[in-house]
């Protein structure tokens, strides 16, 4: 309880001890990936090239999951702000979280998603869990979430598993690009990069440290997180 009422007093975003150690390490050389990486319908462990799979006809996009922060949606934005009318496929859009989505308002994105025709779910898990909505049976899908199991985002459908920048391409341009189609869109990001993704720390937003100075621990609780504290420690 101490510990709860010293970072409420105090939030600041959690971060590995310098010395942590961890069960495995794994480095990947970025150097050696030349064009982004795929997970091919309908087994997150189907790694594919964005070469192999280039030209597949896309019927929906999903932007969204824990998996994703505000630098993606900005992102996505961007891309999609430049591109006049409605979109060949249907996109979804779902921030994690209701912060999130509050800045996204505030900085006007959300304007540009309503623009294109996105559909705006509620923050959350929306299509990654599918349990909110579902896309249409057999539709062919690129996603930001992290399973692509089958029948987990709909009946048949067929999913990708991919960044929220290639998923963005796919929705503006209905199909997965090639690379060299993927870095001609991707070059646009490049001069506002430090903009785009900025990351939004809660506790240097001045409604969450509002909100975080008011929040007070019930004597019930307390009394509850010593029993479950107890029975931990047996």
Known sequence: ????????????????????????TIEINMDEIKEP?????????????????????????????CMTNIGHFRAAGKLLAKHDGQLP???????????????????GYYST????GARTEMPGCSL????????????????????????RLGKGANVYLASAELAAIAAIIGRLPTPAEYSSYFKSLDATAA??????????V?????????????????EEAKKLQAKMSQ
């Open 89 to 107: 496929a249907k996109l979804w859009v779902a921030p994690p979280t209701k912060m999130d989505a509050a800045q996204l308002t505030a900085e």
């Open 206 to 222: 001045p409604a969450f440290q509002q909100k975080a100075s008011k929040v007070e621990i019930s004597s019930e609780i307390r």
């Open 113 to 116: 998603y309503g623009k294109v």
């Open 195 to 204: 903009d785009t993704y900025r990351y939004l720390n809660f506790d240097q």
């Open 1 to 24: 309880i101490g510990r709860m009422e010293e970072w409420l007093a105090k939030p600041v975003l959690m971060e590995a001890d310098k010395a942590a150690t961890y069960a495995a």
């Open 37 to 65: 990486i795929l997970c091919a319908p309908n087994d997150p462990d189907d790694a594919r090239l964005l070469s192999d799979v280039a030209g597949d006809k896309v019927d929906e996009v999903f932007i969204g999951s």
């Open 128 to 151: 990654c869990m599918g349990n909110q909505a579902r896309v249409n049976d057999k539709a062919t899908v690129v996603s930001t979430s992290t399973r692509n199991f089958p029948n």
